[in-house]
């Protein structure tokens, strides 16, 4: 039995607490964002894509933690990478609420055959539109880089795993194994978001929608000010 | 279609539920929270200027953090000294942030002379822009010391 295996346990019981807490409070608006962009639509597939990419992303980043046995040589080299990926959340949640709203002036892209024609609103017609689900995997991928406290704290103990790995492939290995099983803990919360703001059971979507892109407007204000500041 | 209308409620509660969390989990909304007078301030160390101490079990603890200024992201030597008493087995110490669960990390120390302990670790940063971390030094057997301070991003 390897040492690291109940860090394996500690790991994915941390990433199931903290995505209760931290996650639903820092990623949540994406998440809410992504839901409300599939206007009701099944959000189960679109998500666990999302889901997929990040937890694939946390892996890659867990696995590089492993074989350099260092969080600071890992973090510093990818820091500006993260304060890109923090403005590009901003500006995506910002002009998801702008849509939403109507106030962009190629149309209503979030209307069923919205007449848009510019890349964005066919980017945003291809990301809502159910049959492409896999555009979610990708976002995944990206999104998974955001500057997360609790996302360091696992990558700090994929480090070390590494740290105290006979080789390089075993210590990338140990690394990647703690950040899959953070990141699959941290899933659920994420899910249960994405499906509560699927508004499948709500009848006055109308409402919500005019609420929430004003709450997406705003919240994508902060996240780009946050990712200037980062 | 009371029926209806109990399930409706519900999910309508829990997503507000939701949102709530969302905007309290936002730093400014949390750094206003946290500089409230009224809730007093939680910071009970300047590890900016120096070591500091208190009392746990009769022993006094002491908790230096180098090199300083204290940045994040940054690998950090943690120092403790405990005087007046000798613990029963190797100190380490838990970094947190208060008020928010931040995964754990702790930082195991190891004695480099009579009654001085030092491990290395990380703080790391918050995107939220909060700045106060805990550090809690455990003496097994003694019981628990808690140094509240701010890191410089």
């Known amino acids: 039995m390897s040492s690291t295996e109940p860090l394996y346990l500690v790991f994915l019981v941390t990433g199931f607490t903290v995505g209760f807490g931290h996650c639903v409070g820092m990623c949540g608006p994406i998440v809410v964002s992504l839901s409300l962009n599939l206007k009701g639509k099944s959000v189960l597939i679109p998500h666990l894509l ?3 990419g990040r937890v694939i992303t946390y892996a890659i980043l867990g696995g590089l933690a492993g074989i350099l046995g260092s969080f600071t040589i890992l973090t510093s080299s990818i820091v500006s990478l993260q304060k890109g990926v923090l403005v590009f959340a901003g500006v995506l949640v910002l002009l998801m609420g702008l849509a939403m709203a109507g106030w962009i002036p190629f149309g209503r892209i979030f209307e069923d055959g919205g007449a848009g024609s510019s890349v964005l609103s066919k980017w945003f017609r291809r990301l809502s539109a159910a049959k492409s689900s896999i555009v979610y995997l990708p976002l995944g991928l990206l999104l998974g880089l955001l500057p997360c406290g609790p996302v360091y704290t696992a990558l700090i103990a994929s480090a070390r795993a590494g740290m105290g790995s006979k080789s390089v492939l075993e210590g990338f290995f140990s690394g990647m194994g703690l950040m899959i099983a953070f990141g699959v803990g941290t899933v659920p919360a994420l899910l249960l978001v994405g499906k509560l703001a699927g508004l499948r059971w709500m009848k006055s979507r109308e409402v919500i929608y005019r609420i929430s892109s004003f709450l997406m407007i705003l919240i994508g204000i902060y996240f780009i000010i946050l990712g200037i500041r980062y | 279609m009371l029926k209806r209308f109990w399930i409706t409620s519900q999910n309508f509660s829990i997503l507000v539920s939701v949102c709530l969390s969302i905007v309290v989990n936002q730093g400014p909304l949390r750094e206003a ?11 009970n160390c300047e590890i900016q200027r120096g070591p500091c101490t208190q009392e746990l079990a009769g022993m006094a603890v002491t908790l230096d953090i180098l090199p300083r200024p204290v940045k994040a992201m940054k690998d950090l030597k943690f120092r403790v000294t405990v005087s007046g008493g000798k ?19 702790r930082v195991e120390l190891r004695p480099v002379k009579d009654n001085v302990y030092e491990g290395q670790g990380v703080i790391v940063r918050c995107p939220s822009g909060r700045r106060t971390w805990k550090a809690t030094v455990t003496l097994p057997e003694s019981g628990k010391a808690e140094f509240v301070f701010d890191v410089i991003y």
């Open chain 2, 87 to 105: 613990p029963v087995r190797a100190a380490y110490i838990d970094l947190g942030m208060p008020g928010m669960d931040m995964g754990p990390n």
């Open chain 2, 33 to 43: 929270i946290a500089a409230d007078p009224a809730s007093g301030s939680l910071v």
């Open chain 1, 50 to 52: 999302y889901n997929a």
